[in-house]
T-cell receptor, first 115, second 112 residues
Framework: GAVVSQHPSRVICKSGTSVKIECRSLDFQATTMFWYRQFPKKSLMLMATSNEGSKATYEQGVEKDKFLINHASLTLSTLTVTSAHPEDSSFYIC???????????FGQGTRLTVV | QQQVKQSPQSLIVQKGGIPIINCAYE??????FPWYQQFPGKGPALLIAIRPDVSEKKEGRFTISFNKSAKQFSLHIMDSQPGDSATYFC???????????FGTGTRLQVFP
């Protein structure tokens, strides 16, 4: 299957700082990328949908000024958690599609801990 | 109507057993139903997927049974192995959209 790579896999940051998570499609061009958040032993919660070259579409209840998403190229989307708080600590996962209505490929996830 | 209900929450079987995980939905506009396997600290990986025009699909030891009239689908794992111990998520995608709606997950433990 296609490869989607997330970086970093783990990050610890101090409260008030910002942290950027990268999601790359390594062997295909991703027309659409999704960002999810997953709490321990819980399901995946969709945060936003990003399409290359356009603004991300955020799900209801997700603060777009706090979770900045940039999809600058067909192989890279970034999620920046701004002014991080301990309650932002979570597992963040991206997925990518190489075309409309195709199979979604997931990254390995990023464990964010805010101290 | 956007929900996908998954059960059981957890499941313990012995090696060689056939765990069955069930999902149900209400939205008849869903037309793609994938199952994902997730190991701790990793992202989900697609196992098998089905569309509502077939009642069963088998790939290796994994089988999806689909009941369109009941709006239910299930995952069967034949000859389960300890390496199958993971969390399994069903999902559904509405016609002509790319968003996946995930079930709540089932934590499977297979003991030797």
């Amino acid at each position: 299957g296609a490869v989607v790579s997330q970086h970093p896999s783990r990050v610890i940051c101090k409260s008030g700082t910002s942290v950027k998570i990268e999601c790359r499609s390594l062997d295909f061009q991703a027309t659409t990328m999704f960002w999810y958040r997953q709490f321990p032993k819980k399901s995946l919660m969709l945060m936003a949908t990003s399409n290359e070259g356009s603004k991300a579409t955020y799900e209801q209840g997700v603060e777009k000024d706090k979770f900045l998403i940039n999809h600058a190229s067909l192989t890279l989307s970034t999620l920046t958690v701004t002014s991080a708080h301990p309650e932002d600590s979570s597992f963040y996962i991206c997925s990518a599609l190489f075309g409309a209505l195709t199979e979604a490929f997931f990254g390995q996830g990023t464990r964010l801990t805010v101290v | 109507q956007q929900q996908v209900k998954q059960s059981p929450q957890s499941l313990i079987v012995q090696k060689g057993g056939i765990p069955i995980i069930n999902c149900a939905y209400e939205n008849t506009a869903f037309d793609y139903f994938p199952w994902y396997q997730q190991f701790p600290g990793k992202g989900p990986a697609l196992l098998i997927a089905i569309r509502p025009d077939v009642s069963e699909k088998k790939e290796g030891r994994f089988t999806i049974s689909f009941n369109k009239s009941a709006k239910q689908f299930s995952l069967h794992i034949m000859d389960s192995q300890p390496g199958d111990s993971a969390t399994y998520f069903c999902a559904a995608r509405r016609y002509n959209t790319d968003k996946l709606i995930f079930g709540t997950g089932t934590r499977l433990q297979v003991f030797p």
